[in-house]
């Protein structure tokens, strides 16, 4: 997969008219926005929260939005620019950088696919393709199915009928069922006195070979970073995976679980149906979470848990005086 892809445009605006009131060693204006652990050389990141510290002493970046008091986690070749809301100057910052972000604008250069340039593509009746978009042999895409601009279809996918995709790089043999909604706008805004601050959603949604996504799914694109299913990941109907999520490979996700955004998964985690995680959680390699529990709290490796708030499975039914042999 072309993993180098960018979905929004951007403008060039100067370091220091960005900030005015700092000083910069030089005044760049084509740097890249990222978060803490995928922040280069020229980059500008943003550490806001604590919990983060271990990724900000690693971090990259040559400039970083951040608080005074988390000023002394950051490198000392990681120029610091003091804010008193991190997330808010971000919103400001990302929306002059990437005007169109903050909200999902209709595609405009939708079209019927010229078949002669997808000659080993099948397409259903009324499919719509965007400009540059790209689709591998033997993939078929069914009827209604709407594909925008730039977006990017390993070969040997199956994309059912009445599914929308944008923002989206997919890899091969994914099979993405009827009704999903992919690469749209998360649910992301900072709350003003008299008029919310929609949080510009720059990122992407990554999906990785042989993974199944089932019918009326959704799957937002990240909001700086990426939103990444992992391979051979499977998840069932109605599954909502906010902004940012990280899914590892080989998971089981049954119905109705809701990923809050920047959680992460690990490999090998079975989650039972209408179970939640809430965000910026990380679950480990080999946990299974059971059926409608709720996850407020990080997971470690190998755990079995249950309930809400989800507790290990033997406190549960300890708690719950639950017979084995029932």
Known sequence: MNEKINFFKKKLIKISVLFPKEKFEKDVSNFNIKPLNEAGLGDLTFFDKIKYKDLAIKTKASYCLTKQRNKQFLPSKTKCIIVDNVLFELAKLLKKI??????????????KPVKSKFKKVKFGNNVLLGKNVKVGKNSVIGTNSIIEQNVTIGDNCIIGSNVIIKNTIM????????NCK?????????????KNLKFPHIGRVIINDEVEIAAGCTID?????DTIIGKNTYLDNQVHVAHNVKIGSNCMIA????FAGSSVIGNNVSIGGQAGVSGHLNIGNNVKIGGGSGVVKNIKDNQIVMGYPAI???????????????
């Open 98 to 111: 990437y005007p169109y972000a903050d909200i999902d604008y209709p595609d405009l250069s939708l079209k």
């Open 171 to 178: 890899g091969k043999n994914v099979v993405i069922q009827d």
């Open 182 to 194: 992919i690469g749209l706008k998360g649910f992301g805004f900072i709350p003003l006195k008299d």
């Open 221 to 225: 694109r990240g909001s700086v970073g």
């Open 255 to 258: 119905g109705q679980v809701g």
């Open 312 to 326: 290990s499975l033997k406190d549960f039914m300890k708690n719950n005086k639950v017979d084995k042999d029932e």
